[in-house]
């Protein structure tokens, strides 16, 4: 029996959610290839709420929904008050999520784009130290619950992530930038070359004199004012009472 139509004759609400996904990993370090990986995973969740309480479980183990429907049951025995329902069927707009060029990526041509990073790099900062991060995803989700929502989707997530390091004398420069997309850029190596300005613009060592000095934030500078802001910001923490911005709707926080 599918553990859905199982679950509802047992529980008031029921959610399912499968997922499966296969990850393609190349890195380098130091300039140099050092591994190439593939990874997959699949699995299957399901929360339920029962006499009013909230129940999870999962595994990754297709023959054992049973099991799965048993132990989702016995949490709800000691979970949390459910003060909410599982969403019913709604009609959404069609985002574009799934590249057949990003599905497509092989792990040598993986490899060589990241030897195009390095490319870019070395002949600017023969010292220079990259390290490259290449990944790419192929991941299939689908969610069902009682109410008779059941979508399903497809994702191709890649990300190419670039640092470099440079030690000269008391001097050490860090520069990182990434690009994340789910749909194939042609100039994929946009990111790299900005990377190159950055590399230019810092071959010149200098030194300030002590004191107090004007602060320019770079746009990805900005996340560590962000962070603390989404941290009190995320649903959890005002669900726990452990935001500093629980219970402060239409209060003025900041100047």
């Not at 959610?17 to 296969?22: G, I, K, R, T």
């Not at 049973?66 to 969403?87: C, I, M, R, V, W």
């Amino acid at each position: 029996m599918d553990i859905l139509t199982q679950l509802k004759q047992q529980a008031e609400q029921v959610e399912v959610l499968s997922l499966q996904n296969e990850k393609t990993t190349v890195e380098y370090e130091a300039n140099q290839l050092k591994t190439c990986t593939v990874a997959e995973t699949k699995g299957t969740a399901v929360r339920v709420i029962r006499k009013g309480q909230l129940g999870f479980a999962a595994s990754s183990d297709d023959t054992a929904m049973d099991k799965l429907a048993a132990n989702a049951l016995e949490s709800a025995t000691y979970g949390d008050k459910a003060l909410f329902s599982f969403p019913d069927p709604k009609p959404a707009p069609l985002v574009r999520t799934f590249d057949k060029a990003v599905a497509d990526l092989s792990i040598a041509q993986l490899v060589e784009i990241g030897r195009e990073m390095l490319d870019l790099i070395l002949p600017v900062e023969p010292n220079a130290r990259c390290n490259v991060s290449l990944e790419r995803s192929l991941v299939s989700a689908s969610i069902r619950n009682q109410k008779g929502l059941d979508v399903s989707f497809k994702t191709s997530p890649l990300s190419l992530g670039l640092e470099i390091d440079r030690i000269e004398g008391d001097d050490v420069l860090i520069l990182y930038d990434q690009l994340c997309t789910t749909v194939w850029e042609k100039d994929y190596l946009d990111f790299a070359r900005r990377l190159v300005e950055k590399l230019k613009k810092a071959s010149i060592i200098t030194s300030i004199k002590p004191g107090k000095m004007p602060v320019l934030f770079a746009p990805t500078g900005t996340l560590a004012l962000g962070l603390p802001l989404s941290q009190g910001l995320n649903g959890k923490e005002v669900y726990k009472g452990t935001s500093p911005m629980a219970g402060k709707i239409g209060e003025k926080l900041f100047d």
